[in-house]
């Protein structure tokens, strides 16, 4: 099994800035690409951000330009620099990611809990 714990959330005014990281632990033989998803009260989850193994990123259009995803292989960590926060950015957290616990070249996908992220105005 995989555990993702993701930290760094919190309250921050309009214009600043949060790091989330999600350290990814257990019986991992490789790790694929990793993510960062999103979900605001009454919305659905949507998707901000992606890494790839070999670090190509991709973003949302909603945070391209405001956000940094990046990724530390040797510490299994995905990380979210968020700059320029919006009250609309608020939201919970997740990251994401697929993960090989045997070898075989077989990726499954896990998720942390959630960090919490509000934006005030």
């Known amino acids: 099994q995989v555990q993702l714990v993701e930290s760094g959330g919190g309250l921050v005014q309009a214009g600043g800035s949060l790091r989330l990281s999600c350290a990814a632990s257990?019986?991992?033989?490789?790790?694929?690409?990793m993510g960062w998803y999103r979900q605001a009260p009454g919305k659905q989850r949507e998707w901000v951000a992606a890494?790839?193994?070999?670090?190509?990123?991709v973003y949302a259009d909603s945070v391209k330009g405001r956000f940094t995803i990046s990724r530390d292989n040797a510490k299994n960590t995905v990380y979210l620099q968020m700059n320029s926060l919006k009250p609309e950015d608020t939201a919970i957290y997740y990251c994401?990611?697929?993960?090989?616990?045997?070898?075989?070249?077989?990726?499954?996908?896990?998720w942390g809990q959630g960090t919490q992220v509000t934006v005030s105005s």
């Open positions: 890494v790839t193994k070999g670090g190509n990123t």
């Open positions: 994401n990611g697929g993960f090989d616990l045997t070898g075989r070249g077989s990726y499954y996908s896990y």
């Open positions: 257990g019986s991992i033989f490789s790790i694929n690409a």
